[in-house]
C-alpha cells in the first residue's frame, strides 16, 4: 500500500496507472531481498557447488530489480528509453533466476519461494512495459 | 511475508528471531522505495528550493536501506559488527530523514507519509539491534 | 588497473577480452559516482528549478551504472540476455543523462565533466556489447 | 581524477579538503567493484565450500561501499551523523572482507588482490573520518 499512496501524492501525474507502476516497484523490493536470501541460502546449503549458478543469477536479479524500482520510483520527467531498458533489464534478470530457482525448488524450498517471487516480479514487469506502451 | 517465509527456510538458524529480521527487512526494502519516490516529488514541487535537505537526506536513506537490506538478508556466517555498523548507518540516515520530512509534512503529503515510512523503519532497526544485543 | 587485474585472476576465463570487459566496469564505477556528484551538485546551484532534469536522469544513471558494473564483475555462469540487457540498459540511462548535462555544460563545470564521463562510459559499454556479440 | 575534478566544481565548498574526500569515494568504487569479482571468483573456484564465508563477507563490502560512495559524493547540506555512520559501516565491512581474504590470499590471487584493495579502503575511510572530526 505505502508506494502506490505515496506515488498518488506525487505533483506530478504519473505516466501510467499509479496501480500498475506501483504494483511492479512493490515487487521489484520483494524481489530484491528475496534473490539476495536465496543466494546466500544456497551458499549454506551442502551441496553448494551445485547451486553456484543459482547464487550468481539471483545476485544478478537483486540488483537489477534495485536499481529498477529506483528508477521506477522517479516520475520527475522520465526518459522514456531508460525507463523501458530498466524494466527490460530487470525482466531478463528475472527470468534467468526464475528459470534456475526451478531446476532447484524440489530440493530446496528457498529456491521453490524466490521462483514464486520471481514470477510475480515478471508479471508486474510485463504489465507496466504493456502500460507504458499504450 | 514473504521474507520471513524464505528466511525461515534458510539453511542456518537466524541468529536472531526471524520474525524481527524479517521486518527491519521489509522496512527497509518499503524505505529505500518510499524515500526514492519523496526525494523525486521534492524536484517537482513549486518550492523545490525549500524541498533540496529533504531531497538529499531522502536520496542518503534510500542508499544506507538499500545496502542494509541486502546485508541482513544473508544468514550465512555475518560478521556482527559490520551487522550492527549497517543497522546503525541506516538507522542515523533514517533519522535525519523522518526529521526534516516532519517539518514538510503540512505542506506535502508525499513528506507525511515518507515520515511515518522512516518512523516505522527506525523502529524495526532498533528492535533488531536489540534482538543482536540481547 | 585494479578491476582488469583482479578479472585476469578469476578461474573462469572471461566471455570476452578482459581489457574490454575492465573498462567497462571501471567506467560504470566512474560513472555512478560522477552522476551522484551532478545529481547532488544541481540541487546546490541558484538555477536549481532548470536543472530538476538534469538531477533526474543523473540519478537514473548512477542507479543504472551501479548495478550493471555488480552484474558486469561476475563471470561465473552468466546468463547472456541479463549481461546484455543490463549494458542496454547502462547504455539508455548515460546517454539521456549525457545529453542533458549537454545543455548545461556552458554554464555549470559539473554538468561539462559528467557530460565527458557519461560518453566515456557509453563508448565503454558499446565496445562491450560488440564484443558479446563478436 | 574525475572524482575529484568534479567535486572541486560543486557550488558548495566541501566540508573536508576534496583530495580526501575525493580518495574516499574512488576506493569505495574500487572495492565495490573488487569484491563482487572476489566474491563471484570464490563461487568458481574447486574449493568453494571453503570460501563461502569469504564470499559473503566480499558481497557485504560491495553493499556497504556501494552506498557509502553515494552518500559520500553528495556535499549539499549533508547530516554529519549519517555520513559519519556510513563510514562507520563501511569500514566494518572492509575490515571483516580484508582479514577473511587475507586467510586465503597464498591459495587465491584474488584474495591476495581484493584484501590489497579493502585496505587501501580502510585507510581511506580512516583518513575521512579523522578530517570530519578535525
Given amino acids: 500500500m505505502s508506494v502506490e499512496a505515496i506515488l498518488r501524492t506525487h505533483p506530478r501525474p504519473a505516466a501510467v496507472d ?3 507502476l506501483a504494483r511492479c ?6 524481489c530484491q531481498a528475496t534473490c539476495t536470501v536465496c543466494a546466500d541460502a544456497d551458499l549454506a546449503e551442502a551441496d553448494v557447488p ?7 543469477l539471483c545476485l544478478d536479479c537483486a540488483d537489477a530489480c534495485g536499481a529498477t524500482l529506483r528508477i521506477l520510483g522517479r516520475q520527475t520527467e522520465p526518459d522514456p528509453d531508460s525507463r523501458r ?3 527490460e533489464a530487470c525482466l531478463a534478470a528475472c527470468r534467468a533466476s526464475a528459470d534456475e530457482c526451478h531446476r ?3 530440493h530446496h524450498e528457498h ?3 524466490c521462483e514464486e517471487q520471481c ?3 515478471i508479471q508486474a514487469c510485463e504489465e ?6 499504450g
Fill in 25 to 30: 516497484i512493490d515487487e521489484c523490493a520483494a
Fill in 128 to 133: 507496466l512495459l504493456a502500460a507504458l506502451k
Fill in 104 to 106: 532447484h525448488a524440489h
Fill in 50 to 56: 551445485d547451486l553456484v549458478h543459482c547464487a550468481r
Fill in 85 to 87: 531498458a530498466a524494466v
Fill in 119 to 121: 514470477r510475480r516480479c
Fill in 111 to 113: 529456491c521453490r519461494l
Fill in 18 to 20: 499509479p496501480s500498475v
